[in-house]
């Protein structure tokens, strides 16, 4: 695409807009921030309109590049020049902020958001929320999560699970429980990850009678019990020195036949 428009100067051609997005596209694909932003400045440079697909994507070359100060900066340029960020815009922004894990910074942007009154996506919501359990702060992931629900965005396993493995973390077990019974009540189904989060926490308290409710409500909501699961239930009754729960637990265990020690 760059040699195309190296033969259309060369030409004596005025590459359009068109043109120079298609540049812009491969430099997305890429992730060369830097060969991204030289051409949308080139672009403003030879008094060619760029359009919200040009600034989009600058803004996701450097977020893919893992540069949101950069992304961020050709967010407020697009919006000085009157053009309306994407939600596609913002989601690439988002995403970036959360693996630094800038939680404040991420929030600041869902304002933004709804000030263009555009909605945040449930990927969006996620890396917000796992960004706050990240952190150990389990009341802001709770709150985001009941924020997502409320704005009728639909929560996943991932959602309820960052949230209850911030929970079991920080040992607030109740809490953890009280979020995987929310969970089962909306209809998203917990996975054997989410489960072991738990159970593995009350292990480390010796809670051999938690552990096997636990093992119980698995195999009634058919999630299959994994080696994890064996070695977490049988370490929390070991600890509470109960064999007889340990042993039984073990044989509900293997008696599924799925599992093997």
Same mark, same amino acid.
Request: glycine fraction near 4%; charged fraction near 25%; hydrophobic fraction near 45%.
């Given at each position: 695409? =760059?040699?195309?428009?190296?033969?259309?100067?060369?030409?004596?051609?005025?590459?359009?807009?068109?043109?120079?997005?298609?540049?812009?596209?491969?430099?997305?694909?890429?992730?060369?921030?830097?060969?991204?932003?030289?051409?949308?400045?080139?672009?403003?440079?030879?008094?060619? =309109? +760029?359009?919200?697909?040009?600034?989009?994507?600058?803004?996701?070359?450097?977020?893919?590049?893992?540069?949101?100060?950069?992304?961020?900066?050709?967010? =407020?340029?697009?919006?000085?020049?009157?053009?309306?960020?994407?939600?596609?815009?913002?989601?690439?922004?988002?995403?970036?902020?959360?693996?630094?894990?800038?939680?404040?910074?991420?929030?600041?942007?869902?304002?933004?958001?709804?000030?263009?009154?555009? =909605?945040?996506?449930?990927?969006?919501?996620?890396?917000?929320?796992?960004?706050?359990?990240?952190?150990?702060?389990?009341?802001?992931?709770?709150?985001?999560?009941?924020?997502?629900?409320? +704005?009728?965005?639909?929560? $996943?396993?991932?959602?309820?699970?960052?949230?209850?493995?911030?929970?079991?973390?920080?040992? $607030?077990?109740?809490?953890?429980?009280?979020?995987?019974?929310?969970?089962?009540?909306?209809?998203?189904?917990?996975?054997?990850?989410?489960?072991?989060?738990?159970?593995? +926490?009350?292990?480390?308290?010796?809670?051999?009678?938690?552990?096997?409710?636990?093992?119980?409500?698995?195999?009634?909501?058919?999630?299959?019990? $994994?080696?994890?699961?064996?070695?977490?239930?049988?370490?929390?009754?070991?600890?509470?020195?109960?064999?007889?729960?340990?042993?039984?637990?073990?044989?509900?265990?293997?008696?599924?036949?799925?599992?093997?020690?």
């Amino acid at each position: 695409a =760059e040699s195309l428009l190296k033969e259309m100067k060369a030409s004596r051609l005025q590459p359009d807009v068109t043109t120079y997005n298609s540049v812009l596209a491969t430099c997305t694909q890429a992730k060369d921030a830097n060969r991204a932003e030289a051409c949308l400045k080139q672009m403003l440079h030879e008094n060619l =309109e +760029a359009d919200a697909v040009s600034y989009s994507a600058v803004i996701d070359a450097c977020a893919q590049a893992g540069d949101p100060a950069r992304a961020e900066y050709w967010l =407020e340029q697009m919006e000085v020049a009157g053009l309306r960020a994407t939600i596609g815009s913002y989601s690439s922004l988002v995403h970036a902020v959360a693996k630094l894990g800038d939680v404040g910074r991420i929030e600041r942007l869902f304002m933004r958001m709804q000030a263009c009154k555009l =909605e945040a996506s449930g990927s969006m919501y996620n890396a917000l929320i796992s960004a706050c359990a990240k952190r150990g702060d389990v009341d802001r992931a709770e709150r985001w999560l009941t924020k997502m629900v409320d +704005a009728g965005v639909r929560a $996943d396993v991932a959602s309820y699970s960052a949230v209850i493995h911030a929970c079991a973390r920080s040992s $607030d077990l109740p809490r953890a429980e009280r979020t995987l019974e929310r969970m089962r009540k909306s209809g998203v189904e917990a996975n054997v990850v989410t489960y072991n989060s738990v159970i593995n +926490a009350w292990a480390k308290r010796g809670a051999a009678l938690a552990a096997e409710r636990l093992v119980a409500q698995m195999c009634e909501v058919h999630v299959e019990p $994994d080696v994890v699961t064996l070695g977490a239930a049988t370490h929390a009754c070991a600890k509470a020195g109960d064999a007889d729960r340990a042993e039984a637990i073990f044989e509900r265990i293997l008696s599924r036949g799925k599992t093997r020690p």
